[in-house]
């Protein structure tokens, strides 16, 4: 496999200063190393620059609109040419706003992806169900197909497409909605996993019934949108917005190892690595959880 590693050290999609050091955390912590040494030919294309706008003022209560937005189109343009060259894009975050670019990009170099979003939260309130106007939380709100009615048009978001529909998403490991986003989530039918659905199936069926549901014939792209927070937090703090009851190491390595061995793992977003956040020790080990999970989606197998 040829994997191309994008960093986007991004952190306007929501409040808590660090998360832009993500990327440089994973690597400090050999993530490059860990693939090379999988076998796996990989292309480190740095991290995304972003120009700073101070003259960012929010609209409709969504913060940073004129950053994310000409951030999210550099990492739209970015995924796609990594694609197109024939790379698993695995873009190192960050907050999770940078999904946004990553699955417009991903859209746009393959027709026909489907989306796995690992995550405590569903990331899809729009702007007027927001209630932080944090972006890393609206990130799906403006991809989805069924939502654009209900999207207002922000500035530097108007070269958006929505360019996925609900029934191509599965989420795993939501615990924590907010009221707009359990309406939506309900009214647009998207397959939900939440932590509920992996206690009483556990991860191999949950797994299953995600891919029966988005990709039957296993033959559609797959983006894996992966938000540590999903993980619990005893084993990920070093995150924003952690949530109790989370899912552990071996049931994110096994998502990672079952769409590996998919072979249609075409785009991968490892988020909201906060290393200012936590102690040394839980900082240490967020990373390590990340990158394990980064071996796993590169070919990583427990069994040796
Ligand atoms: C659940 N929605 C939140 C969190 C979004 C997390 C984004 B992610 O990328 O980390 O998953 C939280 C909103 N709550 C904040 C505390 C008070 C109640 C609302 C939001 O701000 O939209
Ligand atoms: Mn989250
Ligand atoms: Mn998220
Ligand atoms: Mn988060």
């Given amino acids: 496999d040829k994997v191309g590693v994008i960093g986007v050290p991004s952190c306007k999609g929501q409040s808590a200063g660090g998360v ?10 050999g993530i490059i190393d860990k693939l090379t040494q999988l076998g796996v030919e990989v292309y480190d294309y740095g991290d995304l620059v972003f120009e700073q706008f101070d003259d ?16 999210a189109k550099k990492i739209s343009d970015q995924v796609s040419r990594v694609i197109k060259d024939d790379q698993i894009a695995l873009t190192l975050g960050g907050d999770h706003s940078l999904s946004i670019g990553t699955i417009h990009g991903h859209a746009a170099a393959e027709k026909n992806m489907c ?7 569903a990331d899809i309130n729009t702007p007027l169900t927001s209630p932080s106007g944090n972006v890393h939380g609206m990130a799906l709100s403006f991809l989805v197909k069924e939502l654009k009615e209900y999207i207002p048009q922000i500035p530097h978001f108007e070269w958006i497409k929505p360019c996925i529909s609900a029934k191509d998403i599965a989420y795993i ?16 039918g998207i397959s939900c996993f939440t932590m509920h659905e992996v206690d009483r199936y556990g991860i191999d069926m949950v797994l299953r019934m995600s891919m029966q549901a988005i990709n ?42 079952e769409l590996a061995a998919t072979g249609k793992l075409t785009a991968v977003d490892l988020v909201e690595v ?3 956040l936590g102690t040394k020790e839980e900082r240490d080990l967020t990373v390590y959880a990340a990158t394990e999970i980064a071996r796993a989606c590169f070919g990583k197998k427990r069994e040796g």
């Fill in 216 to 257: 039957p014939h296993g033959d559609r792209p797959i983006h894996l949108s992966f938000d540590v927070d999903s993980l619990d937090p005893r084993i990920s703090a070093a995150t924003g917005t952690p949530v109790p009851g989370g899912l552990s190491v071996r049931e994110g390595i096994y998502i990672a190892e």
């Fill in 115 to 121: 989306l796995v979003w690992v995550d405590a939260h």
């Fill in 20 to 29: 832009q050091h993500g990327p440089k955390a994973l690597r400090q912590a």
């Fill in 274 to 276: 906060n290393p200012l």
């Fill in 173 to 188: 490991g939501l615990r924590d909605l907010d009221p707009g986003e359990l309406w939506i989530v309900r009214n647009m």
């Fill in 56 to 71: 960012d003022t929010p609209i409709l209560g969504l913060k940073n609109p004129k950053n994310i937005g000409l951030a």
